[in-house]
């Protein structure tokens, strides 16, 4: 059987910010102007307050452990990490969002809830994707 | 709390309630297949023909055009609600406010799935362009129990549900299950069973995922008044809810409870005028193990937090305080997919006081299913009589 390989993403005209933002290793990510409100994913209106007064910006790249699953089944094109943990993160900002742990060993005694991490960037293909790394205390 | 109904209108009933003949494995059935076997089940159980149809509702695939025209019928008022497993108990939402329109006066929801041989079964596919194609694909999710399942950890270090806990979810329907002959899996298990089973999603085992099985079945709802008249006792549908939450799990807003559920719930029972205290029998969609645990603490059952202890101290298995999921569930039972249409079988078997593991005439079920990841909700207050 041929190897499968993973997803990529396809941005579309209101997340094309947010990749070309990976591309240049930045995670940008957007906010509302009105009620000062960070979000992801990405789309042009704050979902706390509905205001078309959006921005982009730099977010720190800093975020913690909030939960994840170690995956013994692997999706097609992972099958040489499995297992491998699948995470939730909570950005510094405040905004969540699903992604890989690299540089730490999936499993439970590694993988800490609440553990600091900061951004990293992988190449897939055309696409730059953010995974999280983790970070020492205080720095980024 | 005894706050009088609101949404006061013309009572509904299921007038007929059927499954396929099987459930489990049948490559000898395509998809659409098991819609028309339930649909034909269903309508006979109501003592009605598929002439008396004019209202028809099922998930978009195959969706209410093709079921209709398979069956022969052309209805005036059709629904294609389709957001998960819980699809089902909207449409029986849908259906109650298309009766009381005058849209229709009786409503099939039929649900087939070739969930386990995949027969004429519409292909799995994620979009790569769509929010969930972007942002979770990539990691390398792969269908529910890499998905479904990612809140949990987050619940257990807040709350302190114990993997002992959680394994005992499936211990206890699994007593249930030993009761039911359609059951797929019926033999005693213990937590050490459970625990010992495979690791598909760290924290989940096997035994703690629902099984993956082809089958179907239907409903008939029409007025409490014309279902008085037909052949099956009629079940009222006292109070219905629906809400959605999200579409990807990472932007579940709290990983620790399911606002949708308590929404849901919330509105359900405010119009059937009930409590937790009024409810003999529970049906809480059970994808995974920990399904359950949310559903008691966001319909009231217990508090926050309790929802695994309440389990694991015996009360919602046979002989307990709040028998749930007695079918045996997602977890023993059958789960095709899109679950939800068993769920609302077994309340409807137990208010007839025909299931296989009968309760002591129960007056009232509810029924909660789940749709998606966390996505979406349908609760369904059932009753044996009228409000």
């Known amino acids: 059987m041929a190897t499968r390989s993973k997803a990529v993403p396809v941005p579309t005209p209101e997340t094309r910010p947010y990749w070309d933002g990976c591309a240049a290793g930045e995670l940008r990510i957007q906010r509302c102007t009105d009620c000062g409100e960070a979000y992801f994913y990405p789309r042009p ?12 910006f730099t977010a720190s790249g800093r975020a913690t452990l909030y939960s994840y699953v170690i995956n013994h089944r692997p999706a097609p094109g992972f099958e040489e990490e499995a297992p491998y943990a699948i995470a939730v993160v909570q950005l510094a900002e405040g905004p969540r969002m ?4 690299v540089g730490v060993p999936a499993t439970p005694e590694d993988l800490v809830l609440d553990m600091p991490l900061r951004v990293a960037f992988e190449q897939r293909g055309e696409i730059t994707l953010p995974v999280f790394t983790p970070a020492e205390e205080g720095r980024s | 709390m005894t706050s009088a109904a609101t949404g006061a209108g013309v009572g ?7 499954e396929t003949d099987e459930v489990g ?30 209202g028809i509702a099922t998930v978009a695939a195959p969706g209410p055009v093709q079921v209709a025209h398979a ?58 362009a769509s929010p969930l194609g972007q942002f979770e694909a990539p990691y390398g999710t792969l269908g529910p129990t890499t998905t479904f399942t990612i809140p949990l950890l987050r619940y257990m270090k807040d709350y302190g549900l114990t993997h002992e806990q959680l394994a005992y979810v499936a211990v206890a329907q699994r007593q249930w299950a030993a009761k039911n002959p359609r059951a797929m899996f019926r033999d005693i298990i213990s937590v050490e069973d459970v625990l010992a089973s495979r690791m598909v999603a760290y924290p989940f085992h096997l035994l703690e995922c629902c099984l993956v099985t082809d089958g179907g079945g239907a409903l008939v709802v029409t007025t409490a008044e014309r279902a008085a008249d037909l052949a099956r006792p009629p079940v009222h549908v006292l109070g219905t809810g629906e809400a959605s939450e999200t579409p990807m799990i990472s932007q579940m807003p709290d990983f620790t409870e399911s606002g949708m559920f308590r929404r849901a719930g919330r509105k359900a029972f405010a119009e059937a005028g009930i409590t937790t205290d ?13 399904v359950p645990i949310y559903g008691l603490e966001a319909l009231g059952f217990v508090g926050k937090g309790e929802g695994g202890p309440f389990i694991a101290e015996g009360n919602t298995e046979p002989g307990g305080v709040l028998p749930l999921n007695t079918n045996g569930g997602g977890l023993s039972y059958t789960h095709t997919g899109m679950y939800g249409m068993f769920a609302i ?13 009968q309760l002591d005439a129960p007056e009232i079920s509810v029924v909660l299913g789940n749709g998606g990841m966390f996505a979406a909700c349908g609760v369904l207050v059932l009753g044996r009589h009228p409000k």
């Open chain 2, 71 to 128: 069956l022969g019928i052309q209805p005036d008022w059709m629904d294609g609600t389709g957001v998960g497993g819980t699809s089902f108990l909207l449409h029986v939402r849908h259906a109650v406010a298309a009766i009381r329109a005058g849209y229709a006066t009786t409503v099939l929801i039929t649900h087939g799935e070739s969930g386990r041989s995949r027969v004429g079964a519409p292909p799995y596919r994620t979009d790569p």
């Open chain 2, 345 to 357: 079988q077994e309340g409807v078997r137990q208010l007839r006081g025909e299931a296989a593991a």
């Open chain 1, 98 to 101: 699903m992604t890989n742990l």
């Open chain 2, 25 to 54: 494995r049948l490559p000898g059935h395509s998809t659409l297949a098991l819609h028309v076997e339930g649909a034909l089940n269903a309508v006979a159980d109501a003592g009605l023909s598929l002439k008396d149809i004019d």
């Open chain 2, 278 to 290: 009024d409810v003999d029998h529970l049906m809480v969609y059970d994808a995974f193990a920990h």
């Open chain 1, 45 to 56: 209106l704050c979902p706390s307050c509905g205001s078309r007064a959006v921005e982009w």
């Open chain 2, 12 to 18: 509904v009933a299921i007038a007929g309630a059927a």
